[in-house]
T-cell receptor, first 113, second 114 residues
């Protein structure tokens, strides 16, 4: 079945470092791909999305490109801030449903000043 | 505009007790969801409601029941709680954008079953 694999955390970086969080997927058809972020004590919120191959999603300095050939959707940011500390979830739409999502396990990001 | 609200925020139950988790959204969304979040496992869908008056099982429905009370409210009931149901529970609602469906989450309920 469809699945999402994310790199295990926690990922600890210094402020202004470059960030990559890896996400790969297995899916039938052509899913949409998402990154959601969960700040401490809050629910998840959509960070960015891509709905077809080669699309690049971007928001708040974060970017991710839908790579069908490598089945990946890695999250990147050029210069992280302490306020980016959160848990990041990669997700895709389930093949037979536009509104049900398959979730990765989440990657905790810790940014030190 | 409160978004998605959940009550309670924390709850401790003894094995065999029952409880209902409440969820409400004020965004006029048709679809609502209940997830559980366990360490290292991401979110797993318990039940969802595509529209008012309908509910369907998700990935892990056993031990739970739901009620879509109206368009705003979607409750999750544990009839006889078990330690395996210790988890963080999230309610969500969603809206269909042009090419994708965006989900909005409540702050979660942390449930411990002793």
């Amino acid at each position: 079945g469809d699945s999402v694999t994310q790199m295990e955390g926690p990922v600890t970086l210094s402020e202004e470092a470059f960030l990559t969080i890896n996400c790969t997927y297995t899916a039938t058809g052509y899913p949409s791909l998402f990154w959601y972020v969960q700040y401490p004590g809050e629910g998840l919120q959509l960070l960015l999305k891509a709905t077809k191959a080669d699309d690049k999603g971007s928001n708040k300095g974060f970017e991710a490109t839908y790579r069908k050939e490598t089945t990946s959707f890695h999250l990147e940011k050029g210069s992280v801030q302490v306020s980016d500390s959160a848990v990041y979830f990669c997700a895709l739409t389930r093949g037979d449903s536009n509104y049900q999502l398959i979730w990765g396990a989440g990657t905790k990001l810790i940014i030190k000043p | 505009n409160a978004g998605v609200t959940q009550t309670p925020k924390f709850q401790v139950l003894k094995t065999g007790q029952s409880m209902t988790l409440q969820c409400a959204q004020d965004m006029n969304h048709n679809s609502m969801y209940w997830y559980r979040q366990d360490p290292g496992m991401g979110l797993r869908l318990i039940y969802y409601s595509a529209s008012e008056g309908t509910t369907d099982k998700g990935e892990v429905p056993n031990g739970y029941n739901v009620s879509r009370l109206n368009k705003r409210e979607f409750s999750l009931r544990l009839e006889s709680a078990a330690p395996s149901q210790t988890s963080v529970y999230f309610c969500a609602s969603s809206v269909q954008r042009e090419a994708y469906n965006e989900q909005f989450f409540g702050p979660g309920t942390r449930l411990t079953v002793l």
